[in-house]
């Protein structure tokens, strides 16, 4: 009887971890759609990232090709709606998992980081800055993965009015917490997007990098979300103007 509950639970845990799957793979600016995998790296997968000391934590891997080689106009101060559904190819039709499981917790974050280029290829030993994040809010007890559920996979991000114009990527990512109880048990899901950020200001944010910026002791890479009251979104605190 005991054995019978122990695969009943791990199956349970799999199918939950499945349903957990959803990808960043297109955005609208200022409330215009940019196009399904227009701007975005999109991975041809929806398999998770669990190596924080990877590669892969920075804009995942293994892309739908060809990558687009469009970099979308933003003003600063503008609004980005990132959109995520539960497969690389985007919303399919109803699916009750779209665009990820409602039963699964976590926080939703975004992070620029200035590049020559923002079509290059080479994404590592950027700088990165956090511009967003929506982790647990105690008051009405929602998470980041919650409002993106209710919102249909979109999350609006403010472009700070601040940073200096050029060329970005905005990375974006969606953390499921439901087996994160040890490391590695957290799975980030993300995509980064290619933007030219116009009309800036002159601020130079504090920056991370990728990987460095978490760690398997941070805070929000190990959470236990069942009851939980409080919780603390892993990385640096959100950059304002």
Known sequence: MK???LSLASLVLVISS?????????FAVNGVEEGHGVAVRVPSTNNPVKDITSNDIICNTNFI???STVVASVPAGGVVAAEFHHTPAGYVGPDPSDP???TDKGPVLAYLAAVPDATQEDVTGLQWFKIFEEGLNPATHQWGSDLLFINGGYVNITIPSC?????YLLRVESISLASAT??????????CAQLEVTDGGDAKPETVSFPGAYT???????ANIYGATSYTCPGPAVFTC
């Open 182 to 191: 040890s490391y590695p048990g957290a799975e980030f899901y993300m995509s």
């Open 18 to 26: 499945v349903k957990a799957r959803t990808v960043f793979s297109a």
């Open 163 to 167: 940073v200096q114009a050029g060329q």
């Open 3 to 5: 054995a019978s509950f």
């Open 216 to 222: 398997p002791t941070s805070p929000g890479i190990t």
């Open 65 to 67: 090709q060809p990558v």
């Open 100 to 102: 990820l499981d409602p």
